[in-house]
């Protein structure tokens, strides 16, 4: 996927990958120097709210690392980039300090911390595989076993870019299904609305149909009694003339 690229800013999701990898390698290399500014660099730079769904990565810490450790690792971190100490910038020191936040709060769950570890271990063991089968290949093909995750440092950015896609995946999967939840309990809601406006008008009809009952029985009866009438009276003037009777003489 392409990426608009300005002022020799990396072009293309590879290449921010590469770039954005370089630059917290050399970060962290200058541990003992950490200053706040570019501690919100790291963590706001473009493509974060992709590589910060690792939280050790957020963190900058390693996955084995204890609990004090942990603890320690955010005390120091949270203390660079918060906005307090960075007010001349606190918008963005704001964010950065929730990323710093939310990352903690996530390993301090043994379950999500669980399923990072699961995903980093996942990473790791995908590049080892995809290694033994370029092994296999070229063995097959007559050429020396010699891949570029020899090297150390490959190895490393390779566990740490497949690292990163499974996060992403499994962020995608978890909005998918949010989106999807979200639609289902939508269309419940409605479907309740829907039921509860049935009924209303239900009730209503029933209520009104009891309210007018008394009335619409005495018009049905007025209404008969007054065929009734009109029936006799109609009767009336179809009534033969009686006939007198002669007289004989």
Do not use: C
Request: net charge positive; no cysteine; aromatic share 8%.
């Amino acid at each position: 996927m392409k990426m608009a690229s300005a002022g020799g800013e990396p072009s293309s999701s590879d290449d921010l990958f590469q770039h954005f990898y370089t630059e917290v390698k050399q970060i962290e290399k200058r541990d003992s120097v950490f200053t706040s500014k570019q501690q919100i660099d790291r963590l706001l730079r473009p493509g974060s709210s992709y590589f910060n769904l690792n939280p050790f990565e957020v963190l900058q810490i390693d996955p084995e690392a204890t609990d004090d450790e942990l603890k320690k690792r955010f005390r120091a971190l949270s203390i660079l980039v918060h906005p307090d100490k960075n007010q001349d910038n606190a918008d963005r020191a704001q964010k950065a300090f929730e990323a710093v936040d939310k990352a903690y709060k996530l390993l301090l769950d043994p379950e999500q911390k669980k399923r990072a570890l699961d995903v980093i271990h996942a990473g790791k063991e995908y590049v080892e595989h995809n290694v033994k089968e370029k092994r296999k290949q070229l063995k097959k093909e007559g050429k020396p076993t010699i891949v570029e995750e020899d090297d150390p440092e490959l190895f490393e950015q390779a566990v740490y870019k497949q690292t990163m896609k499974l996060f992403a995946e499994l962020e995608i999967k978890r909005k998918e299904r949010e989106a999807k939840d979200m639609h289902e309990r939508k269309r419940a809601r409605e479907e309740e609305i829907e039921v509860a406006e049935k009924a209303k008008r239900d009730r209503e009809w029933q209520k009104n149909f009891e309210e007018t009952r008394d009335g619409r029985v005495d018009s049905w009866r007025s209404f008969q009694n007054k065929g009734k009438a009109k029936e006799k009276k109609n009767r009336s003037f179809l009534k033969p003339p009686k006939v007198k009777m002669e007289q004989r003489e």
